[in-house]
């Protein structure tokens, strides 16, 4: 049986892994103020080309999105961001537990606009009851999108221009961001530290055992941020861990090189349902890839494949997900590719 | 220069690191719901002789603490501990990030006494106003605490019993717990899983890269404790990580074998500092160690070693604090035993 | 000028002052332990025929449903409810600030229906990822609804059947309670006693000076509530103000007896707009009316009156309301109708 | 019977109620936007000298500490304060609800001191952990102290002075702050205005029927505060009662001159006690007085009066709590002062 369902599925890159062992008898100081968290740092900074940016690193995606917006917001501002987003739908209201509404607007193949984010903000200020309403303080777009999607640079160069104008913080989630990066490199790290306030590069989906770096180009979320993890209990004691493994898979640009990678994967299994004919929910160009199949179809490849069920289409139909990753092997998808051109 | 500041200085023990990578290319379910995170499950209800406990894995201490913490108390209750409790000065206040007051008690030894726990309930009960002070909802202890010391088993029944007579939830930190099963076989895991409502079993501090057992003997405690941790940020997606490494620690009583052999190196640091008529903060059994120095003789020693500076004493003298752990290489501590006895 | 904005424009009715007046320099209990709020919790049961129902009195709406929510959802929990509803779009994010997330539903007319409430629960329970997503726990409803509407005896009984059959709790917001019993006396007090886990009567906008009763017909919303109320800054010191005024205005009949007067004040408003041809945005029966105006009326109008604007239409038209409550004046009604009438 | 147990027996004073009597037809804007609240808050910035100062008005004092201070901390923050002060004690962990740690400080008669804070602030800052610890941002004393003591002017100013060197807010909870300033002059309103970065001055135990204002003569906490007040349920519909109230019981310096009736009430209680010898707890100035009695005493008193228990002394006897206030009754006064003489 070969999985396809996430990007989760297996351990490490071989190179992380062998950096956790070669590091591993070694003595450091905990909680992340280490040389390899340093020098992760340090590579970040570089790729970014923002030397004063501010990097941490915490275990994981909601330890990330919740610390971030809860260290940024004041009590009664909310974050805007597409209805379909992670923090709406998939983390148990972590944000609400911080005590911050999310602002859920509608979406276009997992993407919110400018225009969206100024209206509400417009919609809030003018509003004669306006201290009765959540004041919007946050915009969260994620990159690639929970559907697979990307934003392209105009996109992103509006929406932070938007929050610029009005003093909204512009927050991206890279859970997925190798596979972003390597998938449109106009939207690169140096444009992210331009127009966001804080970002992620995400390492549990793309080659660590686990892990995201926080990137911080903005000074007026760097101060005390550490506190905030600590409260929040993404602190690691071992901490060098993630430096560990983030500078292995940052180095010499391995991240973007193994992500190439895993979206070509993704994208010969794209081409081979559209060979076939079966249409795509969109025509994504990344790690995920989200055909539309009869049912039958789908329990035949269920008996040597899994994939995640997306949503029912209606018509005996559903759509489904098949993601490639860093560490994804190739033979499993040879296998798919040959079993898609016999269906 | 070798290092006794902490239990989380160096990476993973020999056997867990072998564990990972030997499953490192394995495809599992994620979130904690795969066969090795099965596993370790079933040897911790051996272990504890509870074939009903629930037994969650989170990535560190403070994590487990404020989710089940969060989990348990209703908004208006709190948690009594120690005054020296991890949770009332060590975690940037997250356990009233999640809306509920540490009601900390004076300890002696970092440990609190099951009269002192009677008499709190007592005294919020029988306040004419007890609706405007806060109502003690569970009590919280560490063991090992965080002086280093343990609690007796008379001294846990007697807790326990009290927090069972009055309705409260018994929850015991147990970040150092091998340590102290190895120190003192009558508080067992079979004890603990009677006494407690919930406790956890550290793997930070003994020989995991990361991790945390939390174990739910009391069914009160079970339903839905998955939403809590997922929505606290602490739920790993490549869950198998935490599972793969406890059951390698756990398997054969490996866990409290390592254990032993650090409490041995501290005892001997711990018997070196006492021959050269150094006294101590407390005699801990444990692994970590708490002689009172002179100042020059700190320094002397910090030529070659770190150690954590615990506390001013006046008169020229501070308690430093020095600790073995299962990973801790006995090189480090023959050199430090030489060095003592030249003293 | 006279004023239709809303209905917290007047001090109170002229009975309520009176008694105020008439129990100033009496010494009582603080906290709502007095005479006068017992007197009122004694009415209150009588007139929902459920003799074990606890009564609460808080200052105001947002205190009531923020301390209702809070004190009934485990941390993980939602609460389902219509867009509109007053928790999702007026409370500045009370709810949230409390740590729960509002499910929020599309709605017709502000309401929302069974179906809905099923179809939400099923969702979340069948989702594999269900443990990621927040827990429906309660409903909310309000009536009359935000849009001045009222849920029928059929309706609230068809929700209130769902949510019992699959463990959520029923509560609803009654800040104009008093206008929906006149209106519709199906509707009645025992009914919702026997619909809901909890469900308030606005005191504020019905002819008191401030204060809602906190009803809580439902055995298990009823343990250390004034705890719940005391911690969220709704227990009022002076409590026995809001046992004197709810005692004042809910004897004998008089609440709806004087709420009927307004509903009939605001009908002749409505049907005066209806006579001249204005359409409405939904036939109101209570005390609140929504005419469609041309915007050169509306300029005419706010000449000699004020109401609110509720929503633009587009095409040069807006909505606008006019609201009548226990205390407005008739004169300034037969002014208004005159004014209409020659439009 | 004569109560004396506290200083929120009895409804308004006279003037109170007259005018809300007198104002109780009109129509006003709602949410403290009504001239009534604009002539209170001109009134107190008169008398604060403080005509930058920006005012509001809540219905109670848990409500103005837990909007205060949640809308000033940032989330790591905590607020210093007297293990006394009633937000540690007495109001059920609000103020951990909404996130922050109370830091109790031991006290003196109720009262802190500068040297207290400082050192506080610099253990904190000092510690190697101390990101792992809760920040002090805020120190909050009240005036009168939950003991009846009164900060001098010397004591309040080191304070404040510590607070502005080291970056932290300064709250002075007045819930009974009337009191104080009849019993001393020299800590007046525009002392406060000067050294605060946000006080309270109490109304419900002041003669108002309820209702605290919260003055921010501190432009960091000015902005958007009306968004903390609605969003923690503080926000009053029918908002001009408390500006009413309040300009009602300021103006011409009413509210001093029946404060200073009250404290000269108490003293008169106070100096018939040591009259008969009977110690007191301290030596209160304002309107509560602690003697303490024998218990056979204050069974016979009990026989005609009611008075607070405030704590055991053991030796058989007790120290009780006797309060005058705006409205207490000089009949009762004068039947306790001749029952005490013949004791």
Known sequence: MYCFDSDYLEGADERVMQALAATNSEQTAGYGEDPHCERARRIIRDLTKCPDAVVHFVTGGTQANLTVIAATLRPWEGVLCADTAHINVHETGAIEATGHKVLALPQVEGKITAVQVLESIVAQREDRAHEHCVKPGMVY????????????????????????????????????????????????????????????????????????????????????????????????????????????????????????????????????????GFPLLSDTAANQVFPILPDDVIQKLQRKYSFSHWQAMGGGRSVVRFCASVTTEEAGVAALLRDISFL
């Open 141 to 276: 777009v994620s990159h690639p999108t929970e559907m697979g999607t990307l934003y392209s640079k105009d996109e992103l160069c509006a929406i932070s221009a938007v929050c610029r104008q009005n003093g909204l913080c512009l927050y991206l989630d890279g859970a997925r961001l190798g596979y972003g990066l390597a998938a449109d490199p106009l939207v690169d790290l140096p444009l992210l530290a331009d127009l966001c306030d804080a970002f992620t590069i995400g390492g549990t989906k793309a080659g660590l055992l686990f892990g995201e770096a926080i990137v911080l180009p903005s000074q007026k979320l760097q101060a005390e941020f550490r506190y905030a993890i600590k409260q929040r209990g993404g602190m690691l004691a071992k901490g060098r861990l993630l430096g560990v493994q983030f500078a292995a898979m940052l180095a010499g640009g391995y991240l973007v090189e193994r992500c190439a990678r895993a979206n070509a994967l993704a994208q010969q299994i794209k081409k081979a349902f559209v060979d076939k």
